[in-house]
T-cell receptor, first 112, second 115 residues
Framework: DQQVKQNSPSLSVQEGRISILNCDYT??????FLWYKKYPAEGPTFLIS?????DKNEDGRFTVFLNKSAKHLSLHIVPSQPGDSAVYFC???????????FGKGTLLTVNP | DAGVIQSPRHEVTEMGQEVTLRCKPI?????LFWYRQTMMRGLELLIY????????DSGMPEDRFSAKMPNASFSTLKIQPSEPRDSAVYFC?????????????FGSGTRLTVV
């Protein structure tokens, strides 16, 4: 059973607009959440993270929002750029171990 | 820093053959992870090591899969015998205990095709 779900396999947006990528989780023990970005033929790279004690974390054009009651997080990219086109993975961790559980990913395409 | 280095980048093998994937973690990182990426299941954790000791191998699909970490700078993932359903991209990642953000550093992956 998938504990981290990204229900949209793909998303297409226009350059300059906002991209919103969504992620849901089922495990109440998760207390740390991350987004990774992956280009073809490369490994995923860390983008941004958020602890469960916060509901928002911002880094430049990237903002992650966490709604613990809904077990939902989202990644906002504003403004979107063609170079943001990649697969975005949501990941979660909980407790004292260092395991990350990943979603299946969302392919973001930003059109010029 | 050269990052996490995986070899080979691509591997094509026939069903029934033994396959060995290799990983060199970043120097000083004491956790090493093996993940597998498929369209159906996304990124799955297979096994991870702490200070060269396997901590959790619950994600290893079956006995055909084995992983070792003989020292801090090298790990292998072996599949014997390989089957077509093992075709996937296999990633190795490492991190340092106490590092901020739980940030793993991933290698570029090995694309395995079993025919």
């Amino acid at each position: 059973d998938q504990q981290v779900k990204q229900n949209s396999p793909s998303l297409s947006v226009q350059e300059g607009r906002i991209s919103i990528l969504n992620c849901d989780y089922t495990n109440s023990m998760f207390d740390y959440f991350l987004w990774y970005k992956k280009y073809p033929a490369e490994g995923p790279t860390f983008l941004i993270s958020i602890s469960s004690i916060k509901d928002k974390n911002e880094d430049g054009r990237f903002t992650v929002f966490l709604n613990k009651s809904a077990k939902h997080l989202s990644l906002h990219i504003v403004p979107s750029q063609p170079g943001d086109s990649a697969v975005y993975f949501c990941a979660a961790s909980g407790g004292s171990n260092y395991k990350l559980t990943f979603g299946k990913g969302t392919l973001l395409t930003v059109n010029p | 820093d050269a990052g996490v280095i995986q070899s080979p980048r691509h591997e094509v093998t026939e069903m029934g053959q033994e396959v060995t994937l290799r990983c060199k973690p970043i120097s000083g990182h004491d956790y090493l992870f093996w993940y597998r990426q498929t369209m159906m299941r996304g990124l799955e954790l297979l096994i991870y090591f702490n200070n060269n000791v396997p901590i959790d191998d619950s994600g290893m699909p079956e006995d055909r899969f084995s992983a070792k970490m003989p020292n801090a700078s090298f790990s292998t993932l072996k599949i014997q015998p390989s089957e077509p359903r093992d075709s996937a991209v296999y990633f190795c990642a490492s991190r340092r205990q106490g590092a901020a953000n739980y940030g793993y550093t991933f290698g570029s992956g090995t694309r395995l095709t079993v025919v």
